[in-house]
């Protein structure tokens, strides 16, 4: 089948922009235990999101998912708000565990359980990025158990298995309580992340 193209890009340069910023900001993190660069974890949950067909907004939101919790804070939100406008901020908030930018963010397990308890509440918009950012980061996991087993657990600020296992059995029930918000993207994205969550066990 030859190539297709359009007249009217779904992405412009407000993309371009925005992975620019996203990749600066987490130039020096690397995913847990690894030696990959962030930004793997950025531009995957962004093709997610494209992948859903959803708008140039939310693959945006979906490159700057981490840049409040990871450093940038309530500082970096406003910037983010100036830069590429309100809605893309709202997805990004929304998809933060934490907006001090600094320190501890406290104890893993209640963070987690606001988290889930949030899902009820986020927008379809918000649904989606969430969605893509936890089917990356189960699909990740995943595989790397395949290949390290259970010393992948010590990467984790809980060390435990048993609690990873239980946040992502409790983030596929969250999403499938939202199933109708969705849209037909995001409902092949929540059978990945229930295959990806029955592989983790």
Do not use: C
């Not at 992975?19 to 987490?26: D, G, N, Q, R, V």
């Not at 001090?100 to 949030?118: F, I, L, N, S």
């Not at 992502?168 to 939202?178: M, N, Q, S």
């Amino acid at each position: 089948m030859p190539e297709t193209y359009t007249d009217h890009p779904r992405l412009t340069a407000r993309f371009d922009e925005a992975l620019l910023y996203a990749t600066a900001h987490h130039r020096r993190q690397l995913r847990k235990g690894t030696t990959i660069p962030y930004a793997a974890h950025l531009l995957a949950v962004a093709s997610i999101v494209l992948e859903m067909e959803s708008p140039e907004d939310e693959a945006i939101a979906a490159l700057l998912h981490d840049v409040v919790e990871d450093g940038g804070g309530m500082t970096a939100l406003r910037e983010i708000e100036e830069r590429f406008g309100a809605d893309v901020a709202r997805i990004v908030l929304a998809n933060s565990d934490s907006t001090t930018g600094e320190g501890d963010r406290g104890p893993w397990r209640r963070r987690k359980e606001d988290y889930v308890a949030a899902i009820a509440h986020k927008g379809p918009d918000e649904l989606r990025v969430s969605l893509a950012d936890k089917l990356h980061n189960a699909r990740s996991i995943a595989m790397d158990h395949r290949q390290v087993g259970e010393e992948l657990w010590s990467r984790f600020a809980t060390g435990n298995g048993d609690d990873v296992r239980w946040y992502y059995r409790a983030l596929l029930e969250a999403f499938t309580a939202r199933r109708e918000d969705l849209g037909d993207g995001g409902l092949r994205v929540l059978e990945e992340l229930g295959r990806t969550v029955e592989e983790l066990g």
